[in-house]
């Protein structure tokens, strides 16, 4: 198994065996099983901890067709995932967490988390239907877990500091992650959260219509309200949403959006936990009902238990949303290596 090429100018972690690898089944109640082993103590004490990186890969890639997660992408057979950790190492994060389905586990250990040895610590939790809060039970006709935010609190053990998290299907650039380590690296309140926005044009697929959590931002760069939006598509120069009512709404493109590229700190487990109670108490019974991290954000903002600064970023956001996008990700990325952004392989 090849191994991804270290950033320039970085020291590698743990030597020559340096992969701390936890496989861990997470539940919402404080009980992990799996390993068995106990986790892994960074830093000396009272030192401040650095970010760490959750990676949301639990996604069935239903309208993809398979495993997107694991397509090569790159000149050198890279997946945009090797991308998005090349970025964040590169800004100083050195451990990551891998959010996967229990299913997905093999291939996930033997195609994504061998790549990264002598890279990062790496651990995985497992996002499932059966993990819910007491007195709950998910509906006999549901297929995939409960969504984004739910990604997040499955990594609810594997996280002790603060951490950005991302989609694992797309490309954010390297200035998102400098951008949000920045962040995340200053003394903040313990809700005090950011959000990295992106131009809705600017993430629109040319193959189908796709989901965008859009935001409204105060003059000081604030976010005020974030909605899910999901039937977006290209409208000549515009953006229009098609509702399940069969309505139709209409958007300049000029509108920040949320890609899922958040800043939290460990304070929002419990947040989001609370959120998850009520969710389901409203929706558990709904096979189809997802608990976003922008209608959880959007709330918890309108309440006052939290803020989000809006980190605006230069690079231009791409991924594979479906089977199609494929051939204008692996053009860009070309461009992107073409440009000295990136190496011709990361793996050199």
């Known amino acids: 198994m090849r191994k991804l090429g270290f950033p320039a100018g970085l020291s590698r972690r743990g030597g020559r065996h340096g992969i701390h690898m936890i496989i861990v089944f997470q539940g919402l109640h404080g009980n992990a099983c799996g390993s068995g082993r106990e986790r892994v103590r960074r830093g000396p004490a009272g030192a401040a901890l650095k970010p760490e990186l959750v990676v949301m890969a639990a996604g069935l890639g239903s309208r993809y067709g398979g495993l997107k997660q694991l397509e090569p992408v790159g000149p050198s057979g890279e997946r945009v995932m090797d991308y998005a ?18 299913e997905f586990e093999q ?33 006999a006709e549901r297929v995939k877990p409960w969504g984004t935010a739910h990604a997040v609190l499955a990594a609810r053990d594997e996280v002790t500091a603060p951490f950005l ?16 380590v920045r962040f995340l ?24 219509t796709v989901a965008r959590g859009v935001c409204a931002v105060d003059p000081d760069g604030m976010l005020t309200a974030v909605a899910e939006h999901t039937g977006l598509e290209r409208d000549g120069d515009a953006v229009r949403e098609l509702g399940q009512d069969g309505g139709i709404r209409r958007f300049t493109g000029l509108e920040p959006v949320s890609m899922n590229f958040w800043g939290f700190r460990p304070a929002i487990f419990d947040l989001f936990q609370e959120k998850f109670a009520r969710f389901l108490a409203g929706h558990g019974q709904d096979p ?28 231009r956001w791409f991924g594979v949303t479906y089977r199609q996008d494929k051939e204008a990700v692996v053009a860009r990325l070309a461009e992107l290596v073409r440009a000295g952004e990136y190496p011709d392989s990361l793996w050199s």
């Open 85 to 102: 950790l090349y970025d964040a190492r590169r800004a100083g994060v050195e451990r990551v967490v891998f959010v996967i389905r229990r």
């Open 107 to 139: 291939a996930f250990r033997e195609q994504v988390a061998s790549r990264y040895r002598d890279w990062m610590e790496v651990a995985c939790a497992f996002q499932g239907l059966e993990q819910l809060p007491e007195g709950f039970v998910a509906p």
């Open 165 to 180: 998290a991302i989609n694992a299907d797309d490309f954010y650039g390297r200035q998102a992650f400098s951008a949000m």
């Open 185 to 208: 690296a200053q003394p903040a309140a313990p809700a005090a959260c950011a959000m990295i926005a992106f131009r809705m044009a600017n993430t629109l697929s040319d193959h189908g």
């Open 288 to 315: 189809k009902a997802e608990f976003f991290i922008p209608t959880v954000v959007d709330a918890l903002i309108r309440e006052g238990r939290a803020s989000v600064r809006v980190l605006e970023t230069p690079d």
